[in-house]
């Protein structure tokens, strides 16, 4: 008799080929896929024996979920707490862009989060950040700067799969010498067949064809579906996560059976939602409730993403590739919660078992201490001074439920020697403190809209700079809320009637925090209430504020330079 390691029987295993389920017995040796055994084999006398056997009647079996797109960093976790979330949702690969962490501490915080990835259960592969920052130094500072020769090395590190996403879209079009494009006609040259991601909100026409000619082929970001129309009909490789779910989106794709050119990602996902609702799995999930086909939603969520990123070695449950995959109950498959996970044929996850709790993961010290801030006093939120007149007309940043881009607005406020009496303007004072120790600037601006409407925030995970956010409706809670942050060395916190309401400390270059995934998720989870009660109305209140400063999202954003025109791609005045 022939030995293998796994045998599991009777089960309704997902072909990615045919799109179909059918009944099969699959054996698994050394870790990968040896043979499915179907309905119409099973007479066959093959001669193999299992070392362990289970039995997957009344069970489906799906390739483990492949997520090609996403940020660790964006759940406030570190790599090893984050996988096992992940796994725990059917997820066994990743591959992450740590362009915020680089933010802060540069290529270090890059290494750190490869080497915090190899004790996680999963596969975590990482793509170059390419734009960091997102912008340049004359509309945002900070902490890390990678430029051509770092991505270079950073290529050829273990793990690293494809170049992160290009974000400063509106440079690469004017033809502007950036270092993500001379690192662009480097790999025309040296790795033409690389898989390069795109950020390119709004491009269309002439413009989205000189992005795409750039190689630049992956698009995940919100569009009209226009905008997505022509994004398929130049070749470029969709990318759909949770807010790009939508009806006529989806339709577009079964109408075409675009399945081919299309996977299922999260980008960003916040700790407290990943506890409740999930990962990769509440997408897939969301979809098929939406009507997209079961089984091409599964194709969608494994093999294509797979393809994308050349890990021909998973993403199908056949003969040579890795033993990746989750079994679910058949009669509960659409709602993808897996019973057990298995990851190189090894069970890293069952349903009700005890965890067992691992080491955490030790960042360098300088990680911890990453806030280079001057004393926070009253006289620092002062937006304005020395202001002509009894009135003055202000740009203002408009907050939209339902996407995470803005408007600008304006707004007159009235003026008292010299300063803007914004208090009873219906707009919050917006603040920004550059806290790398690079210039000490210090950002001002106004919000309104579906915004906080009393009380104060502050956050140190502010897109992508990472420098110190606070905004509020009078200057004692916002003293208090960004003092808070201080002592805690980094995190995001509410603050109303000179006491802080919710906090969530990231002492990890202030933006991931070391406490278990669900501490994370529990405390996150009071910060997004305490934000809905002091009147923000967001579907996700919590990147919304967090990205407030991101200046490669339309229209009006503030940073430690000042407000960002994101389409003009430049610092315009507060006072008009």
Not at 195 to 200: A, S, Y
């Amino acid at each position: 008799m022939e030995k293998v390691d796994l045998l599991v029987k009777n089960a309704e295993v997902y072909n990615s080929y045919l799109k179909l389920f059918e009944v099969a017995d699959v054996y698994v040796l050394k870790g990968r896929i040896y043979y499915v055994c179907r309905e119409t084999q099973k007479a066959e006398q093959h001669g193999l024996e299992a070392e362990r056997v289970l039995d997957g009647s009344g069970y489906r079996m799906l390739p483990g979920f492949v997520d090609i797109h996403m940020h660790i960093e964006s759940s406030m976790m570190t790599p090893v707490s984050f996988g096992e979330r992940a796994a725990e949702c059917g997820v066994t690969t990743l591959v992450s862009e740590p362009h915020e962490i680089a933010n802060v501490v540069g290529v270090s915080g890059i290494h750190e989060m490869i080497n915090g990835a190899k004790d996680a259960p999963i596969d975590i592969y990482y793509g170059i950040p390419s734009s960091v920052p997102s912008t340049n130094s004359s509309l945002e500072t900070t902490g890390g700067v990678i430029g051509f020769e770092e991505m270079k090395h950073l290529m050829d590190e273990d793990g690293v799969v494809c170049v992160g996403e290009v974000m400063n879209y509106r440079q690469i079009i004017r033809g502007d010498e950036l270092e993500i494009t001379k690192y662009l006609d480097y790999l025309r040259e040296e790795d033409p067949q690389a898989v390069i991601e795109g950020h390119c909100p709004s491009l269309t026409g002439l413009d989205l064809a000189k992005f795409l000619y750039r190689g630049i082929d992956g698009d995940h970001t919100e569009h009209t579906l226009a905008e997505l129309r022509d994004r398929f009909a130049n070749g470029m490789f969709v990318e759909i996560q949770e807010k790009m779910l939508r009806q006529d989106v989806l339709d577009y794709i079964m109408e075409n059976r675009l399945y081919e050119h299309v996977s299922f990602v999260t980008d960003d996902t916040m700790a407290d939602e990943l506890m409740e609702y999930g990962q990769l799995n509440h997408v897939v999930q969301t979809a098929v409730a939406m009507g997209f086909p079961l089984e091409e939603a599964i194709y969608c969520a494994s093999y294509t993403p797979a393809r994308r990123m050349n890990l021909r070695d998973r993403g199908a449950i056949a003969p040579g590739r890795k033993a990746d995959f989750q079994l679910l109950k058949a009669a509960e498959c659409g709602n993808f919660q897996p019973e057990r996970v298995f990851k190189d044929g090894r069970e890293i996850y069952q349903k009700g078992a005890q965890k067992k709790q691992k080491d955490t993961y030790a960042f360098p010290p300088a990680f911890y201490d990453s806030l280079h801030l001057p004393e926070l006093t009253a006289r620092k939120f002062i937006p304005a001074e020395g202001i002509a007149g009894n009135e003055a007309e202000v740009r203002v940043i408009q907050v939209q439920d339902g996407c995470t881009q803005t408007k600008e607005v304006r707004v007159v406020m009235p003026v008292e020697d010299g300063r803007l009496r914004w208090e009873d303007s219906g707009c919050m004072l917006a603040v920004v403190f550059e806290r790398h120790g690079i210039n000490g600037n210090i950002g001002y601006g106004f919000v309104t809209g579906d915004c906080i409407s009393r009380g104060a925030a502050a956050t140190t995970y502010y897109h992508d700079h990472h420098n110190l956010f606070v905004i509020g409706s009078n200057v004692d809670d916002m003293l208090v809320a960004a003092r808070r942050l201080t002592e805690l060395k980094g995190g995001i916190c509410t603050a109303e009637d000179g006491g802080i309401a919710a906090e969530l400390s990231l002492p990890v270059a202030g933006i991931l925090s070391e406490e278990p995934a669900d501490e994370i998720g529990r405390m996150l989870g009071k910060v997004r209430k305490s934000l809905i009660s002091l009147g923000y109305r967001h579907y996700n209140p919590i990147m919304s504020l967090c990205t407030l400063g991101l200046p490669v999202s339309p229209a009006l954003k503030l940073t430690d330079c000042g407000l960002v025109d994101v389409v003009k791609g430049k610092i315009v005045p507060l006072v008009l």
